[in-house]
């Protein structure tokens, strides 16, 4: 989050940042924002603040962004047309060197540049491009294979985006994306809040 905040002020040609500004790009308070980047050991000068480049720079290389990530998008669908043509990924040291599909419909089609290729050849596309991290945008239940399969061919990182849960060797770090869980979490939230408010104004009803 500071890392894209940072970057958009570098963008916008901005060269140095207060904690207090930086702090309110990324929705925490000045102190935190202090704390976390001395651990980094990155401290801003009194009355002048931070430099942007260099906690750019400085952000990037303890998050490893530094060097190129060469990703491999299994599923071409909707999800993973759209993440293909993310312009965001190659900005931040990640570009997608491989896209597969299981479609006939699907397969031999230029998205992004990239051809898509059959799944069948995951594991020549993953050698060949020295690809380290899998996203996996199929339906579910062909998920767990296709990462057994990522794994197998060498792949050390999965991005999870089907509706399931993936079983992998410790070695290998797995994040899930699950955009329906984060809409309930939401819906949720505006429960409450519709609870609050008419609990609110049931009060100020009565206290006229």
Known sequence: MYLRALSNLAEA?????SS???????????????????????????GVGYEVDYLVYHISRVLGLTQDWR??????????H???NYGGFA??????????????AVIGQSVAGLTVRPVAELEDVVHAEVAQIGVVATPAEVAQ????RLVAAGVGSVLNFAPC??????????RKVDLSTELQILAFHEQ????????????EVASR
């Open 20 to 46: 207090e500004d930086l702090a309110a790009a990324v929705g925490v308070g000045s102190a935190k924002l202090r704390k976390d980047l001395s651990h980094l050991g990155s401290y801003g000068v009194r």
């Open 71 to 80: 990703v491999v998008i299994v599923g071409v669908g909707n999800l993973g």
């Open 165 to 174: 849960v993936l079983a992998v060797p410790d070695s290998v770090m797995v």
């Open 145 to 148: 294979q296709v990462c057994d």
């Open 82 to 84: 759209a993440l293909a």
């Open 13 to 17: 040609q901005v060269h140095t940042v």
């Open 192 to 203: 409450r809040r519709a609870v609050t408010d008419a609990a609110d104004e049931e009060r």
């Open 91 to 104: 900005s931040r040291g990640f570009t997608v060197v491989g896209l597969l599909d299981a479609d006939p």
